[in-house]
C-alpha cells in the first residue's frame, strides 16, 4: 500500500501515455464486452432447437409452364409419386420452405374486430394431413388435420379451410395461460378452431422476432411455381435428392426442377450471414485484445527505459527484485482499474443503444464483468515480462547509463 503514492505520482508525471493507454483499455472493455455479447447470441441462435429433423429433409420447387394438366390433380400425383419412393417417409406441398428466409406471416387475432382483440404476427405453413409427419413434428396436444379438412383452392376468405394448428409458443403468446386448444383465431378474417399444438416450430425466418409463433393451415394454395418438401430416412436422402428431378420429369415434363436443397443446406445458407458476423466480430475481438496487450507491454518497456537510473538505484539501497516487480504490477493495475471502470460504463451506453438501435436483447452484467476480470488478467500478463526484466537491472549497469 505504501508503493501506491509514489506510482500515482510516478503515474502524474508522465500522463500521456498513462490517459492514452487508459483510453485504450476503456475503448476495448467498451468493444469486446458488447462483441462477447453478441458472439453469444449468435452462437446461442446457432444452436437452437429448430423443430425439424433437418438431416431428414430436403425441398425442391416445381415451374410449370404446361397448360394441359390440372394444376391441383398433379400436384397430388407428386405427391403421391414421391411418397411411393423407396427411402421417402413423407411428402407434402408447402407454400414456404422452413428457415429458407422466405415465407408467409398475417396478424392473427383474438376476435374479428382488430380494434377489439389482441393479435400476434404469425408466420405460418400451407400443408396438408401429411405435413406434421414431413416436418418431423409431433402433437403435443390435440390431433392432426383429417383429409377433408383439407382445402384446395385460391379463395383463403370465400373457401377456405375451418382448423388451424400452432405451437405452443403461439399458444403461449396470445392465450396468458396457454390454454389454446379448441379456442377459435381469425387469420385474414376467417375463423379458425385451434385443433392440435406442436413444440419447437421455426419459421421460414429462424432469427425473426416472431420465429416461434408459428401456424400450420390445411389450405393448398397451387400455382404455377410452388415448393415440394420431402423427408426422407437419412441414409437415402443424397440418393432420393440426386433422382428426385428425373422422378418428376417422368410423371410430367413440361415443368423445370430447381433448388433441390437439403434443410440442413437451406439453413446453412440462410445463417451465412450471420456466421460471417460472428467470425468478424472474434477477429475484431482478437486484434483489439492484441493491440491492448502490444500497448500495456511498450508501455511498461518505455517507463523501464526512462527510470533505469530510479531503478538501478532502488536495487542498490537493496531493493528486491520482487518489489521492482510489484512496482509495475500495481502502476499497471492504477491504469488497468480506471480504464475498465470508464470502459464498463461505455459499455451499458452502447449496448442500451444497440438494443434501441438494432432491436437486440440489452447487455448482461455477466460479460462485462467477465471481459473485465479477462482484460485485467491478460494486463498483468502483459507486463509481467518488462516488470521482470527491470527487476534484473543490476546497480552498475544503472550507474553507468547516466
Not at 148 to 177: H, K, M, R, Y
Not at 260 to 284: C, F, H, P, Q, S
Not at 310 to 320: D, E, F, S
Amino acid at each position: 500500500m505504501l508503493d501506491i503514492k509514489p506510482i500515482f505520482n510516478a503515474i502524474r508525471r508522465s500522463k500521456i501515455g498513462a490517459v492514452l493507454l487508459l483510453l485504450q483499455i476503456a475503448l476495448t472493455m467498451a468493444i469486446v464486452s458488447n462483441a462477447a455479447f453478441m458472439i453469444n447470441d449468435h452462437v446461442s441462435y446457432l444452436r437452437e432447437d429448430t423443430g425439424f429433423p433437418e438431416k431428414e429433409i430436403f425441398s425442391l420447387s416445381v415451374m410449370t409452364f404446361g397448360t394441359d394438366r390440372s394444376l391441383s390433380q398433379q400436384a397430388e400425383l407428386d405427391e403421391t409419386m414421391i411418397r411411393s419412393l423407396p427411402g421417402v417417409i413423407d411428402a407434402s406441398l408447402v407454400q414456404a420452405v422452413p428457415l429458407s428466409g422466405g415465407g408467409s406471416t398475417s396478424s392473427v387475432r383474438l376476435k374479428p374486430s382488430p380494434e377489439k382483440s389482441k393479435s400476434i404476427s404469425v408466420p405460418y405453413y400451407y400443408m396438408d394431413e401429411h405435413g406434421l409427419n414431413t416436418f418431423g413434428i409431433k402433437l403435443l396436444k390435440g390431433r392432426n388435420f383429417r383429409p377433408e379438412e383439407v382445402i384446395v383452392g385460391n379463395d383463403f376468405t370465400g373457401n377456405g379451410p375451418n382448423t388451424i394448428i400452432v405451437s405452443q409458443a403461439f399458444a403461449e403468446a396470445l392465450f396468458s395461460d396457454g390454454g389454446a386448444l379448441g379456442e377459435t383465431v381469425y387469420l385474414k378474417n376467417r375463423p379458425l378452431e385451434i385443433i392440435g399444438i406442436v413444440g419447437t416450430m421455426k419459421s421460414p425466418w429462424p432469427n425473426g422476432m416472431r420465429d416461434k409463433t408459428t401456424a400450420i393451415v390445411p389450405f393448398m394454395d397451387v400455382q404455377n411455381y410452388q415448393h415440394i418438401l420431402v423427408r426422407t430416412d437419412k441414409t437415402e436422402r443424397a440418393n432420393i435428392m440426386a433422382n428426385i428431378e428425373q422422378n418428376m420429369l417422368d410423371v410430367y415434363d413440361k415443368r423445370v426442377i430447381i433448388n433441390v436443397d437439403g434443410l440442413d443446406k437451406t439453413k446453412e445458407n440462410y445463417d451465412a450471414t450471420d456466421v460471417l458476423m460472428m467470425r468478424m466480430l472474434i477477429v475484431l475481438v482478437v486484434i483489439l485484445l492484441l493491440v491492448t496487450a502490444l500497448g500495456i507491454f511498450g508501455l511498461t518497456q518505455f517507463n523501464i527505459s526512462k527510470r533505469t537510473k530510479q531503478i538501478g538505484t532502488r536495487r542498490a539501497l537493496g531493493a528486491r527484485k520482487s518489489a521492482i516487480v510489484r512496482y509495475f504490477l500495481v502502476e499497471n493495475t492504477m491504469v488497468c482499474i480506471a480504464g475498465l471502470v470508464i470502459g464498463g460504463l461505455v459499455a451499458v451506453v452502447l449496448g442500451d443503444v444497440m438494443m434501441k438501435s438494432y432491436s437486440i436483447s440489452s447487455l448482461e452484467p455477466e460479460f462485462i464483468l467477465g471481459t473485465a476480470v479477462f482484460i485485467f488478467v491478460m494486463s498483468l500478463l502483459a507486463v509481467i515480462v518488462p516488470a521482470m526484466r527491470a527487476a534484473n537491472i543490476s546497480p552498475s549497469i544503472a550507474t553507468r547509463s547516466i
